[in-house]
């Protein structure tokens, strides 16, 4: 049984150009949250969605960034214009929608690296 | 900002029984405690949730107090492997929100 995905491990990308993170959640979950953990800190909620939707962007910059999880496929989060201060490791977890019954199961994170 | 307060950072002795505790003083009724931990360059790992009960698993046992202000984390057999950063969590039921993570408890096991 699969645990949550997530592509590519590490991320190479210079100032300006855009970064696109991908996470498929486990078999059977539909809803996924995206993390950001900044280096040698905790990691800080950045959005909430469930197929087509988006519940929660509380934790999401205003500009450059943006995420989807379309019906079909993984959700992916992407940043555009990415600058230096994007560095950081970004977490997908996944749950089934139970209502908190279950936790959230997270992936092994993208290290996305800005040269 | 998250609803917890832990110790930064605690060392146990390999083998012996790894006791981690929470500060949850304002904890709601309708809110669990969970406990996730992040082995460097690894995701959270969910460990354990409660409500008011002890509860236990095959990875550890959460004892959470009767007035449900504190609780702690028992790893019974701590071995190298149980290095990492515990993060205590409170979880209001029956949604499905965000988690809100603190700085928690960064737990050397030493050999």
């Known amino acids: 049984n699969a645990g949550v995905m997530q592509n590519p491990r590490h991320l190479v990308r210079r100032r300006g150009q855009e970064a696109r993170l991908r996470c498929s959640p486990m078999?059977?979950?539909?809803?996924v949250y995206w993390y950001r953990q900044l280096p040698e800190e905790g990691l800080k909620f950045m959005v909430y969605l469930q197929k087509e939707n988006i519940i929660d962007e509380s934790g999401m910059p205003k500009e450059r960034f943006s995420a989807e999880f379309p019906k079909e496929g993984p959700s992916i989060l992407r940043i555009q214009q990415v600058v230096r201060g994007d560095s950081a490791a970004y977490f997908c977890?996944?749950?089934?929608?139970?209502?908190?019954?279950?936790?959230?199961?997270f992936g092994d994170g993208t290290r996305l690296s800005i040269l | 900002d998250a609803k917890t307060t832990q110790p930064p950072s605690m060392d146990c002795a390999e083998g012996r029984a790894a006791n981690l505790p929470c500060n949850h003083s304002t904890i709601s009724g309708n809110e669990y405690v969970y406990w996730y931990r992040q082995i460097h360059s690894q995701g959270p790992q969910y460990i354990i949730h409660?409500?008011?009960n002890n509860e236990t698993n095959e990875m550890a046992s959460l004892i959470i107090t009767e007035d449900r202000k504190s609780s702690t984390l028992i790893l019974p057999h701590a071995t190298l492997r149980d290095t990492a950063v515990y993060y205590c969590i409170v979880r209001v039921a029956g949604r499905d929100d965000k988690i809100i993570f603190g700085k928690g408890t960064r737990l050397h096991i030493l050999p």
């Open positions: 078999k059977g979950h539909s809803h």
């Open positions: 977890a996944s749950t089934a929608g139970t209502g908190g019954k279950e936790p959230q199961h």
């Open positions: 409660g409500l008011k």
